[in-house]
T-cell receptor, first 117, second 113 residues
Framework: DGGITQSPKYLFRKEGQNVTLSCEQN?????MYWYRQDPGQGLRLIYY???????QKGDIAEGYSVSREKKESFPLTVTSAQKNPTAFYLC????????????????FGAGSRLTVL | AQRVTQPEKLLSVFKGAPVELKCNYS??????LFWYVQYSRQRLQLLLR??SRESIKGFTADLNKGETSFHLKKPFAQEEDSAMYYC???????????????FGKGTKLTVNP
């Protein structure tokens, strides 16, 4: 069953701690994305990666870090520098720019809800 | 800079009434636009894209470059259409490939019985 798996579904963190959210896909997609979803704010892009070993900052990258060592994995670390980390985080993937059709049609994971205590 | 605006946070209609969810964009390149939908307790998913010119679940959307709009329409709303709807713009690399999607803030549609 192809898709995107995000874990954990719920995560609680104490202030000052870093936390890593997992995102794995078996769709053989080149591109992967992290969005943050807040009520009334829509989806805001944190980081994205069009290819393995390369990634770019999105609109709200401060306080976050990512890695893309494998095609199927794109973990997101929420660091203690992120001032307001409590949010719902969505991972997505797409075939990528090398596909002529559907290159930017995103498949989304179920999300991870992070709460800072 | 690229931007997607959905002016209505909430939209409420009665079953059988027409519905229109507004989306305006700002983009210097050639626009490629999408509507994504999130039903309760489900994942965000693609509803339709303008280049497909399809009607999905009775919804249509026409790209109007003059008005920089991509409004989503359905002539007769159903209760199962109640969901969160997001308009999205594909930002392209200079050579034409898709770089990323920029989303609007979303409109929550409620269809009342």
């Amino acid at each position: 069953d192809g898709g995107i798996t995000q874990s954990p579904k719920y995560l609680f963190r104490k202030e000052g701690q870093n936390v890593t959210l997992s995102c794995e896909q078996n769709l053989n997609h080149d591109a992967m994305y992290w969005y943050r979803q807040d009520p009334g704010q829509g989806l805001r892009l944190i980081y994205y990666s069009q290819i393995v070993n390369d990634f770019q900052k999105g609109d709200i990258a401060e306080g976050y870090s990512v890695s893309r060592e494998k095609k199927e994995s794109f973990p997101l670390t929420v660091t203690s520098a992120q001032k307001n980390p409590t949010a719902f985080y969505l991972c997505a993937s797409s075939p990528g720019f090398r596909e002529s059709s559907g290159a930017n049609v995103l498949t989304f994971g179920a999300g991870s809800r992070l709460t800072v205590l | 800079a690229q931007r997607v605006t959905q002016p209505e946070k909430l939209l409420s209609v009665f079953k059988g009434a027409p519905v229109e969810l507004k989306c305006n964009y700002s983009y210097s390149g050639s626009p490629e636009l999408f509507w994504y939908v999130q039903y309760s307790r489900q994942r965000l998913q693609l509803l339709l894209r303008h280049i497909s010119r399809e009607s999905i679940k009775g919804f249509t959307a026409d790209l109007n470059k003059g008005e920089t709009s991509f409004h989503l329409k359905k002539p007769f709303a159903q209760e199962e259409d109640s969901a969160m709807y997001y308009c999205a713009l594909s930002v392209q690399y200079r050579w034409g490939g898709s770089e990323k999607l920029v989303f609007g803030k979303g409109t929550k549609l409620t269809v009342n019985p």
